[in-house]
DNA sequence: TTGTAGGCGTTATCAG
DNA sequence: CTGATAACGCCTACAA
């Protein structure tokens, strides 16, 4: 059942069934009304592939994430989604993973589904020495690249990021004036998000007179054993009675860590996790942690796409979005 | 640059250009290394939506779930996208929500894409009323349909899922032989595994000559606060000293209740959780709960639509993957 | 081994 | 307001 059926069925030509599909140019009721009764009938739906090709768009945008089962990049992945869905547009995803050739690979892959955009989901996708990044400035050059939770300079790039750095700054620094005497940094790998946090904590130690340097910062492995193994570690070789982590479930993991080490928290150990995850909101006791704003985020994302793609001129290539502290009583 | 341009480039027909791009036919090993060399210099990557035209299929397959922040959905969508990529094909995702309208929608729309196949992930597809899968069964007559957790019969739709009956009955067994009098079933929405979990909760309770009624199912609205007021009614409305959930939230969410009404887990309250999440690892005390697999069901849910899209005569309608109890300290 | 030509289903541009 | 026709870019018989 092709547009040609609908034609003949209705004894008009092709070009009026399609008028009357994309509700372009003038058709009269009359006829408008038996093209769309018999497209009903037979309930026919146009090739997507078809309009895609002589369109040059399936309005269609490839979603990049490392991996949908961490907690704030399947939130992100399920609003970017929903917001893109709105717009009318479908959402091809792709887990990557955090492997570097596997990004890239994945990115072409994207570009060769002809999507209108992509959207790099994630801290992950950005090298810290930038000449590494230009897979994403080469990409660029065929589609618009959006980038949640990263920044990268470049040409058809636009970034929607977080305030990391300054609300781990104000996070450090409350936690330094209200008693915290050292701080270690727990993260899992090095990421855009990951450099900013570790900013804003080395200056807001640097106004109070506290040492802050490599030695303070864990790498921790997957799961609950590895960070405790990397707490355990951190703690021969500096001292610590804070301990702010990169996301929440780096954060419930030292709890265990502090439980198994009896040390309670807050009194002895204080801990802090990131991203307001339902993480934080399950552990004893509650977790002080950061709401970055996924949604919003993600909504923000999704808007400078559309009009980016509706060939606005008024778009932002980076919006900075802040967060909040949200205390629990693991501090 | 298209298939001409390449073709125009090395002195051959686009015949010739196809046939070296997709490795059919014959092509002389000077001709071939021209052209990939051509290829590789313009950087030329064949149009998807032509190719999609011309074979009738991009190679994509819809995947749908209610919502991707889920623990447990967003860990299949991340398996399901990785597998049918190593299969060649890409993943169109979209996140439906729990509305019924929203749903059939949904599945509209991705018919609307063409896609080869769809997957509707999640228990949450099925409604009690057989009736009311019609939609299902509807789009099944143009494009295969896979279900990974639940179950509907009919032509041309495939499921797998995992054991609930058999998992729950043992569990609760398991719990009824240990200490447990009575017990309380705490679930979120109606869905088929949650039918299932309850026959099975139902008949290791009629087995041990324990009294499990409607009256022992509690239904938890969203957030912890939700879960513990519910739990607060079912308290008034029967005795029980064992709480089973129907996900690793909602039990670490009674452990909240428990610990806001004094009791203390297990002794006094037993709590049981199901999926094998992440937060089973990091509640105090540590969960019980049900490894149901996700991984292995979204692999053999790809295998199975790999299988059947191929043509294959020998796959299976219904798949069932038993699962596992994993003991924590929670009960 | 290579080339020619028709078909896939739309949209869009002209005439009428 | 409506119709014919040319793209869109690729695949694949069928010919050579």
Do not use: W
């Amino acid at each position: 059942m092709n547009i040609y059926d609908i034609a003949k069925a209705a004894n008009v030509s092709i070009a009026t069934v399609s008028r009357v599909i994309n509700g372009s140019g003038k058709v009269s009721p009359a006829t408008r009304d038996k093209i769309l009764r018999i497209i009903q009938e037979n309930d026919y739906t146009p090739n997507a592939f078809a309009r895609g090709l002589g369109m040059g768009s399936m309005r269609t945008v490839g979603i990049l994430c490392a991996n949908t089962s961490d907690l704030y990049l399947s939130e992100a992945v399920f609003h970017l989604e929903n917001n893109l869905r709105k717009s009318g547009f479908n959402s091809l995803l792709c887990c990557t993973g955090y492997d570097r050739g596997e990004k890239e690979n994945a990115l072409r892959l994207m570009l060769s589904k002809s999507v209108d955009a992509v959207i790099l989901v994630g801290s992950n996708y950005i090298e810290s020495e930038d000449s590494a990044n230009d897979y994403i400035r080469r990409a660029a050059q065929q589609i618009p690249v959006f980038m949640m939770n990263g920044a990268v300079k470049g040409e058809n790039i636009y970034c929607v990021t977080c305030d990391d750095y300054t609300v781990s700054y104000e996070l450090a620094e409350m936690l330094l004036t209200t008693g915290s005497k050292s701080i270690l940094f727990a993260q899992r790998n090095n990421s855009y998000s990951t450099r900013r946090m570790i900013a804003g904590i080395r200056d807001a130690c640097a106004k109070h007179g506290v040492t802050f340097s490599g030695e303070h910062i864990a790498n921790c492995e997957v799961g609950v054993a590895g960070v405790i193994r990397a707490l355990q570690e951190a703690s021969r070789r500096v001292k610590f009675d804070t301990v702010m982590c990169f996301n929440d479930l780096l954060a419930a993991s030292a709890l265990k860590y502090a439980q198994q080490e009896g040390l309670s928290v807050p009194s002895q150990l204080r801990i802090s996790g990131y991203d307001y995850s339902v993480l934080s909101l399950i552990t004893t006791p509650l977790l002080t942690t950061v709401d970055n704003k996924v949604e919003l985020m993600s909504q923000t994302t999704v808007n400078v796409l559309v009009h980016c793609l509706a060939k606005d001129l008024l778009v932002s290539q980076h919006t900075v979005i802040s967060a909040n502290i949200v205390k629990g009583h693991s501090t």
